[in-house]
């Protein structure tokens, strides 16, 4: 064996083995610098920047615009304890430093959660044992400032960061989270006392936007993938159905609604159920024709005219019947019973719901808003499938049917599942524009803050869309997990 062969192969066994390597001089920093957590570094950053802004501030009412700012030194000087939040919070965060800095290991996860549950107790105990005492009447309220929020999304990066060291253990930072919150007392928050004097309507409201959202997902569940299919499978339709789902987006949600308020209007004033029905046979009776033509003629040019009608056919179809099946949907999640109680063939659609304003333009915004990213998703992944795959189920003798169920969809469901996430997170956030078109949802607080003037009425509308959302985002991130194949992760 020849001198350069032993050289590579003692190459190769040292360089290239599982077994860390060691460097000296420059190339150990470099080693080093791999072993840092960066997102934690960044949550240390947001952390100590808090450290310098009011932390939280106190107002005399509820809609006077000025108030009292107070940081984390002050907290220390009028709580009756006496504890040192601004130090115990920077010991924290440097304890948060410290170990971003230290090598991977089991060591490095423990010492990172315990750090993490450490400044995640300090900054909500901060922010209400410490604040408690500033409040002395029933007016006066507290509410948090910029040091505060700046803390919360330090805090959001820095759970990320011990999501990137072990999955499993940022589960007891959030345990932390949720163990402080149960104990502390949040009766001097301007939010908590926007709360109490609006339960009635924050419950029915939350609901309604829950409902809202739930009534579009099936629809763009249905739409979205059949459209992603066919885009991918039919050349020919590629190019429309990509090019009107972009230009959708570009679309302002209030135009939007201004163009769906006379259409709407019109629509369930002049069509009764009876009409609607006659026109959904035409439709189906055309389309079929289309398709047997395609046997009895040669393909050619009337075969492709033939095809555009039918998109055009199809198309004209979904855009009538979209608010005849936003509504059905919302009434199924409503009430049901009193709905198809008063179901007549001779009914007009406005006195089953479909009008101007209400739910139908906003399901119907929501619908075609929502859609955009489930079609990209579905069309980019079927494309994405290596044809190697595809052509191995043809050689075994797989139809074209079998090898999109058998093949294709366990391949691009993980990808399915990441569109229905997105989808739902675009869908909480346009819900709450639902309350221009007197659709309801968390918009109606949002709404009345701004009239009134009150930024914790505003915070009591958004702050439940943000939790709600990254409840949603994180369930279904588990789904896409534990669907998604070994190889593919």
């Known amino acids: 064996m020849t001198k350069s062969v032993v050289s590579e192969q003692e190459y190769i066994k040292k360089n290239i083995s599982g077994k860390p390597r060691t460097y000296s001089g420059f190339f150990s920093f470099l080693y080093f610098r791999t072993e ?16 310098a802004h009011p932390f939280v501030t106190k107002y005399a009412n509820r809609v006077l615009p000025l108030g009292e700012s107070f940081d984390l030194w002050a907290l220390t000087e009028h709580a009756t304890g006496s504890i040192p ?5 920077l010991l924290s965060w440097i304890a948060v430093l410290v170990v971003a800095f230290m090598p991977r290991g089991r060591s490095k996860q423990v010492l990172l959660v315990l750090a993490a549950s450490l400044s995640c107790v300090l900054i909500i105990a901060a922010s209400t ?23 919360a999304f330090a805090l959001y990066i820095l759970l990320f960061s011990v999501y990137q060291e072990s999955k499993k253990w940022v589960l007891i930072p959030i345990l932390f989270i949720v163990i402080i919150t149960a104990i502390a007392p949040f009766q001097h928050w301007g939010i ?15 609901w309604q936007h829950i409902i809202l959202v739930l009534s579009a997902l099936p629809l763009i569940i249905v739409l979205g993938t059949v459209l992603g299919v066919v885009a991918t499978k039919k050349a020919w339709l590629e190019e ?19 163009l769906l308020l006379p259409l709407l209007s019109f629509f369930g004033k002049v069509f009764t159920v009876q009409q609607s029905l006659g026109l959904l046979l035409i439709i189906i009776a055309l389309v079929v024709l289309g398709r047997l ?30 608010p005849i099946l936003t509504n ?10 009193q709905w198809f109680s008063s179901f007549h063939l001779t009914s007009h659609w406005d006195e089953l719901g479909v009008r101007g304003l209400g739910t139908t333009p906003a399901l119907i915004a929501l619908v075609l808003y929502g859609v955009f990213p489930l079609i990209v998703n579905v069309h980019s992944s079927l494309q994405n499938i290596p044809k190697d795959i595809i052509d191995a189920a043809k050689g075994i003798g797989l139809s074209p049917h079998q090898i999109f169920w058998k093949v294709e969809l366990p391949l691009v469901f993980p990808f ?4 229905i996430r997105l989808t739902c997170l675009m869908l909480i956030s346009l819900a709450t524009i639902a309350v221009i078109v007197n659709a309801g949802g968390l918009g109606v607080l949002l709404m009345r803050g701004t009239e009134q003037s009150v930024q914790d009425l505003i915070l009591l509308g958004c702050i439940p869309a943000v939790v709600l959302a990254l409840v949603i985002d994180a369930f279904l991130r588990l789904i896409e997990g534990v669907f998604t194949a070994k190889g593919l992760k």
């Open 293 to 322: 033509s395609f046997k009895w003629l040669p393909y050619g040019p009337l075969t492709s005219k033939i095809k555009i009608t039918i998109g055009f056919i199809v198309f004209f179809g979904i855009i009538v019947f979209l």
């Open 328 to 337: 059905l949907f919302y009434q199924l999640f409503t009430h049901p019973i």
């Open 85 to 89: 939040w601004l130090w115990a919070i």
């Open 416 to 419: 399915f599942i990441n569109g």
């Open 129 to 151: 044992f410490g604040s408690v005492d500033l409040v002395q009447d029933h007016l006066s309220r507290i509410s948090l400032s910029t040091g505060a929020w700046f803390s």
């Open 240 to 258: 429309v159905i990509l090019s009107l789902n972009g230009f959708m987006q570009t679309v302002p949600s209030i135009a939007l609604y201004g």
């Open 192 to 206: 908590y006392r926007e709360y109490i004097a609006n339960s009635e309507i924050f419950k029915s409201e939350l």
């Open 36 to 51: 840092v957590n960066q997102v934690a570094l960044l949550a240390v950053c947001f952390g100590l920047f808090a450290l």
